[in-house]
């Protein structure tokens, strides 16, 4: 037994400094992972505090506003068409207790007047554009532009459908996939591998493991994004015990986000993030970007910190 012990302690200590200095020097194993596009201002749900959210009006506004990329949902309705909504059942949206999956296109209401934005409690969107549309107009109307696509069902037809149309409109490198469950963004990589995609929870979890205890610099990761919340926000809302979680876990640790930009994940989003100290709060860690709802309020923050696109530059 004191043998054992004998060999286990100088092992753990050459491990914990192997690990150590690999954590600092991440390109000694793994080749950076970078994507075609910038990722500073993404727009969530299109903006979906300043127009109705994910609305070709919406998408518009925020590509005035200089957005790198549109976040979006789909859903696919009963007649097979893949539709740019958030949820499935529109009570929330169109005060209609009906499901997209359950209705055919032509039928969908048209969404209310206006919205409560879902992170922003007490603040309302409008706007003139209250059609729900199609993913494949979103392709025809910003060819070239990069969108976030969060597959909300476990829906094979739906992610096949979605995979076919970014194939058609030729745009696999600037398309990326989303979803917060493993088991369907393993199918979406599976029908169409050349899109990039971001972590699952699970897999979160999985790489907050993996740093604590060290193994994360020996350990390949395919995902180009790593998208999570800043607990501030969480901390507002009523999900108070969710936020404290997320800061105890430390996701947002400067260290962790800088091993994460400099090493093979490269792109670090934190949403949805929407007043100026919570810009500032965020890319204090160092972050490739953030998701927010108010794409004309990043837009001036970031001219107004024109360091900030200095860096992302270089």
Request: aromatic content about 10%; hydrophobic content about 40%; glycine content about 4%.
């Amino acid at each position: 037994m004191g043998f054992l012990l004998l060999l286990a302690v100088p092992a753990l200590g050459v491990y914990a400094l192997t690990s150590r200095y690999l954590r600092k020097h991440p390109q000694l194993l793994h080749k950076p992972r970078k994507v075609p596009f910038p990722c500073q201002h993404v727009s969530h749900r299109g903006g979906c505090g300043e127009r109705i959210e994910n609305t070709l009006e919406a998408f518009s506004n925020a590509l005035a506003q200089k957005t790198n990329i549109l976040e979006l949902d789909c859903h696919l309705t009963q007649d097979g068409v893949v539709v740019v909504s958030h949820d499935d059942n529109l009570d929330r949206q169109a005060g209609k207790n009906i499901e997209i999956s359950k209705t055919n296109y032509a039928d969908l209401p048209p969404y209310k007047d206006s919205l409560e934005v879902t992170f922003y409690p007490g603040h309302f969107s409008h706007g003139s554009d209250h059609r729900i549309p199609r993913l494949e107009e979103v392709f025809q109307k910003f060819p070239g532009v990069p969108v976030n696509i969060e597959i909300k069902p476990d829906n094979d037809e739906l992610i096949c459908k979605v995979a076919k149309l970014v194939r058609q409109f030729n745009r696999s490198e600037i398309s990326i996939w989303a979803s917060s469950e493993d088991s369907v963004l393993k199918k979406c990589r599976k029908a169409n591998p050349e899109m990039p995609f971001m972590f699952s929870y699970k897999r979160g979890f999985t790489i907050l493991f993996l740093y604590y205890v060290g193994l994360l610099p020996f350990v390949p990761l395919k995902e180009s994004f790593l998208e999570t919340i800043l607990p501030s926000v969480i901390n507002r809302s009523a999900c108070r015990c969710l936020g404290s979680l997320v800061e105890f876990m430390a996701i947002e640790r400067p260290s962790l986000m800088s091993f994460h930009l400099s090493m093979f994940i490269s792109q670090v989003l934190l949403w949805v993030v929407n007043e100026e100290e919570d810009f500032a709060e965020a890319f204090s860690y160092g972050v490739s970007g953030v998701m927010t709802d108010y794409p004309t309020r990043l837009r001036k923050y970031l001219d107004a910190h024109s360091s900030l696109s200095e860096k992302k530059e270089d």
